[in-house]
T-cell receptor, first 113, second 114 residues
Framework: NAGVTQTPKFQVLKTGQSMTLQCAQD?????MYWYRQDPGMGLRLIYY???????DKGEVPNGYNVSRLNKREFSLRLESAAPSQTSVYFC????????????FGPGTRLTVT | AQSVTQPDIHITVSEGASLELRCNYS??????LFWYVQSPGQGLQLLLK??????LVQGIKGFEAEFKRSQSSFNLRKPSVHWSDAAEYFC????????????FGAGTRLTVKP
C-alpha cells in the first residue's frame, strides 16, 4: 500500500497563477484533510471532507477550494495564487471523522513569487 | 476553540540522555491528545494518542506520554534518546467528538548530539 500520495512534490508559481494539488489514499478511508505548514505555526487545517460527497472549511480556507472527487481522491485548488500561500501543504486521511489517527502524505512545497 | 502550546522551539540532548517535550492545551473538556513526529522532508507519523483511561500511554519507538488534567499537559518522554530520534515533534488536540477541528502546536525541533 502506498498510503497517502501527493503530487507534485514541489511547485513554483507566479502571483495570480492557478494550480491544483492532488491527493490520493489507498486505505479506504472515509475522511480526508488538507493542511498547510508554516514555520513556527504548526499545521493549520484548510479544508476537510468527512465523507465522500462532503467538504467543509477548516481554520484557514480563504483563497482555496477543494473537490472530493471520489473516496480515494481529494484535491486542493488555488485559483489565484498569492505570496502568502507559500507553504508546505499536507494531505491526510483517517478511517472515520472522529478522534482517529490521521495518516499524512509527504507534502507539497509551494513557492509563490 | 482549543489551542496547543509547545513552549520549547528547539531542544538539544545528548544521545543516551532522557528527553521530555512539553505540551500544554487549552480546552474546556478533556480533549483527545496526540503526539506526531516529522522527519526532515517527510509527512507526520503518529507516535501515540490519549483518549481516556490510563493517563500514561505508550507509543512507538519507545516514547510515552502522561496526561495530567490538573496541569492541562500532555508531555512526551523517552528514557534514552537515539540519534535517529532527531526530528520535529508536534502535539495535537482534538475536541473529542470530531477531530476535523484538530489543532497542532508549533512544534519542537529535537537535535541529538553524539
Amino acid at each position: 500500500n502506498a498510503g497517502v500520495t501527493q503530487t507534485p512534490k514541489f511547485q513554483v508559481l507566479k502571483t495570480g497563477q492557478s494550480m491544483t494539488l492532488q491527493c490520493a489514499q489507498d486505505m479506504n478511508h472515509n475522511s480526508m484533510y488538507w493542511y498547510r505548514q508554516d514555520p513556527g505555526m504548526g499545521l493549520r487545517l484548510i479544508y476537510y471532507s468527512a465523507s465522500e460527497g462532503t467538504t467543509d472549511k477548516g481554520e484557514v480556507p480563504n483563497g482555496y477550494n477543494v473537490s472530493r472527487l471520489n473516496k480515494r481522491e481529494f484535491s486542493l485548488r488555488l485559483e489565484s495564487a498569492a505570496p502568502s500561500q507559500t507553504s508546505v501543504y499536507f494531505c491526510a486521511s483517517s478511517e472515520i471523522a472522529g478522534a482517529d489517527e490521521q495518516y499524512f502524505g509527504p507534502g507539497t512545497r509551494l513557492t509563490v513569487t | 476553540a482549543q489551542s496547543v502550546t509547545q513552549p520549547d522551539i528547539h531542544i538539544t540532548v545528548s544521545e543516551g540522555a532522557s528527553l521530555e517535550l512539553r505540551c500544554n492545551y487549552s480546552y474546556g473538556a478533556t480533549p483527545y491528545l496526540f503526539w506526531y513526529v516529522q522527519s526532515p522532508g517527510q509527512g507526520l507519523q503518529l507516535l501515540l494518542k490519549y483518549f481516556s483511561g490510563d493517563t500514561l500511554v505508550q507509543g512507538i519507538k519507545g516514547f510515552e506520554a502522561e496526561f495530567k488534567r490538573s496541569q492541562s499537559s500532555f508531555n512526551l518522554r523517552k528514557p534514552s534518546v537515539h540519534w535517529s530520534d532527531a526530528a520535529e515533534y508536534f502535539c495535537a488536540v482534538a475536541p473529542g467528538s470530531n477531530n476535523n477541528d484538530m489543532r497542532f502546536g508549533a512544534g519542537t525541533r529535537l537535535t541529538v548530539k553524539p
